[in-house]
């Protein structure tokens, strides 16, 4: 076995080097063509050796230790009482199968074992997987293992994603300076303010244009990204898991296995980096639309709320149903003492107060009109006003004996007891059991806070629990399908993607806030998995007023619903909802295996967002003009992603209603016209001027 590994696949290498006794990669990015001299390669990135330095260039290598020379943080940070604190790993074996190498190392003194595998995947997605093993006889503290990758010198800027409920995934922008930006997510769930995805970018990089380097963990509980640039002049990014004290102490032979760190680079733009994750995720044998096309879905929860009356809820199914609906899902408030948020948590079983013959009467209505039933749990919570919690009170998440602050009226169960873990499981089976319940939004709506296991922390154990408890009720229920939903987008990352199929991308409806949660959420996540829904005309979240039109074409870009109590629509509203149906029906297929792509735009007042077929060959777009317009013309409106050597019929569709403008005449080509696709993406169409908080589609067909 040569002393280095080139993965190369889908314009993306990786080169890593062992000649110095520990990995180093010497390259993640633009594809090189294979046949280089190795050695040459090695030595390139040798260092000088500076004044005031060490006196022989050190190859630092990616286990960082400070005995060969780092001085920063180590991928392995741990020890056993008093001692084995610094490591020293050397390569004992290097395995390459396919794209995928893998390399075990051993610190004999300290006797640990690292492995760390390196799977370039068909679409250049880099994921990166490591284990640590306590050799040693007596137990082994790991504090924290974290995965860091090289960027080059030149990346200049770091993006990513901060939220809160309501308002998830915001991009902050800024320059990479010296010293650590590290982004932690401490809540026990991934939490709304995690950035999903970290992204170094060269100088300039766009949407559309430009280097990107970008790193997730794949993992839905305490969660570190960072980007790193020492004073020594190198820089890197790195994710982890963040473990709590003592949460992770190996006895003797046992391993900690950290969760995937998930790393993409693109040389076209972010959108490139997005493509890249979203081709990888879809070619997954089970990812949802290898299974059926989505299916438009009805959430109740925000028509009824906790009112749960059945003429009033097969008033829905019916109107659902009229309008082409597909899914209907009854939300919070159907089990035990739920008749408010403040009781009920923990009794999954049919409440006899507002269901006295149960939920079936429902379900079969919802299913004679032709939809299938959905349902929510919560099922990692319950309220101190509960049978369960009355019963046991010592299954929550608490530490020193201390009652958590309440939290939505709620505290955690501990699933890792495993009385907790078979009730919870128990309860969602016999539900799931006795009705014909295709889909489950299983929510999650208060922080983790001294989450302990027998006075142990136990975030981990929390996690693994309920990826075990999705995929064990999946199994018990064949085609079972499950939305990972936190309080709206609390949930959202790379890791609970292996174990849900739809994720409730936020609590906020409101069609303005959701052109950007919608926007930057998708960039990591395709769009098919993201929930979006047509809300009430007066957003319950901010109050504000919407169009049809803008709401309806907002909700068309990911797994479209509605939450609205459609009993209240008027006619023509019926009538406009039925055309939106049928259209994202014939679209679906087109919005949920094309390209996304989010044009570059020197106007912050407008976005354009579309999705290009992978055979170019039809596309769609949405306008949306979000604030006034800056001008008194905007800019063009550029289709990009297309074949810029074919022409397209491009022309406005209407089938949720006509944007409104400010204008006396609209501008001439929206009845249809043929143009080249360079033409399209360089100079674009002229623009409408519409009234802020509106939108519109637009249709590329090549011709
Ligand atoms: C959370 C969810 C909502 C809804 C409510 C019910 O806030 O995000 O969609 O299910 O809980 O209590």
Known sequence: MSNLTHLTNAGVSVVIATSSGTPSILHWG?????????????????????????????????????????????TIKGSRPGRDWSHHFTVRSTQLDGNTVTYVSIDAEAELEIEARFE??????????????????????????????????????????????????????????????????????????YTLIQFALAEGTTFEHGEAW???????????????????????????????????????????????????????????????????????????????????????????????????????????????????????????????????????????????????????????????????????????????????????????????????????LDLAHDGAYKHVFDQTHAILSEYDIAYIKWDHNRVLTEASHYGKAAVRKQVEAIYRMFDELKAAHPGLEIESCSSGGGRIDLGMIDHADRFWTSDNNDALERQSINRYTSIAIPPELLGTHIGPTKAHSSGRTHSHTFRAITALWGHAGLEWDLTEASVEDMELLK????????????????????????ETSNQIHGVVAQDKSEALYMYAQLTTS??????????????????????????????????????????????????????????????????????????
């Not at 080059?152 to 939220?163: A, Q």
């Not at 297929?589 to 390209?595: A, E």
């Open 214 to 412: 970008g790193l997730s963990l794949a993992w839905s509980g305490n969660n570190r990204h960072v980007v790193e640039r020492t004073a020594i002049g190198r820089t890197s990014m790195g994710a982890g898991e963040l473990l709590l004290p003592d949460e992770m102490v190996l006895a003797s032979n046992e391993s900690y296995q950290a969760p995937t760190v998930v790393a993409v680079y693109a040389n076209d733009g972010i959108d490139g980096a997005s493509h890249r994750l979203h081709s990888m995720l879809r070619a997954r044998p089970n990812h949802p639309t290898n299974i059926r096309p989505r299916p438009v879905t009805l959430n109740v929860w925000e028509a009824v709320y906790f009112d749960h009356d059945f003429d009033k809820l097969a008033a829905l199914a019916d109107a659902a149903a009229a309008i082409g609906v597909e899914r209907f899902v009854l939300d919070d408030g159907w089990f035990g003492a739920r008749r408010h948020d403040r009781a009920g948590l923990g009794d999954w079983v049919v409440s006899k107060d507002v269901w006295p013959e149960g939920l079936g009467k429902l379900v079969d209505k919802v299913k004679s009109v032709g939809l299938e039933f959905g349902l929510w749990f919560e099922g990692e919570m319950v309220n101190q006003d509960s049978d369960l919690y009355r019963e046991h009170p010592e299954w929550i998440l608490q530490a020193g004996g201390r009652i958590p602050p309440e939290f939505r009226t709620q505290q955690v």
């Open 120 to 193: 370039l995947t068909e679409q250049g997605v880099l994921k990166l997987s490591q284990r640590v093993t306590n050799l040693g006889l007596s137990e082994f503290t790991v504090e924290a293992l974290t995965s860091y990758l090289p960027v080059p010198d030149y990346t200049k800027d770091v993006l990513d994603f901060h939220g809160r409920w309501m308002r998830e995934r915001q991009p902050q922008r800024q320059a990479i300076r010296v010293g650590n930006w590290v982004r932690e997510g401490r809540e026990g769930r991934t939490g709304h303010d």
């Open 579 to 602: 055309g939106w149906t049928s259209y994202y029906k014939a679209k679906r297929g087109l919005l949920h295996s094309g390209r996304t792509v989010r044009v570059d735009g020197s």
């Open 30 to 74: 633009r594809a090189i063509s294979p046949g280089f001299d190795a050695s040459a390669l090695v030595q390139t990135q040798l260092e000088p050796t500076p004044h005031c330095d060490f006196d022989e260039p050190q190859t630092i290598g990616i286990w960082r230790e400070n005995s060969r020379g780092f001085i920063g943080e180590p």
């Open 630 to 703: 800056e001008y008194s013309r905007p800019a063009n409106i550029r289709l990009t992603g297309l074949d810029s050597e074919a022409t397209y019929l491009v022309k406005v569709v209407e089938p949720a209603g006509a944007a409104v403008g400010m204008q006396l005449l609209p501008p001439k080509w929206y009845a249809g016209v043929r143009v080249p696709g360079a033409f399209l993406a360089s100079s674009g169409l002229r623009a409408p001027v519409l009234r802020p908080e509106q939108a519109m589609l637009i249709e590329a067909t090549r011709v």
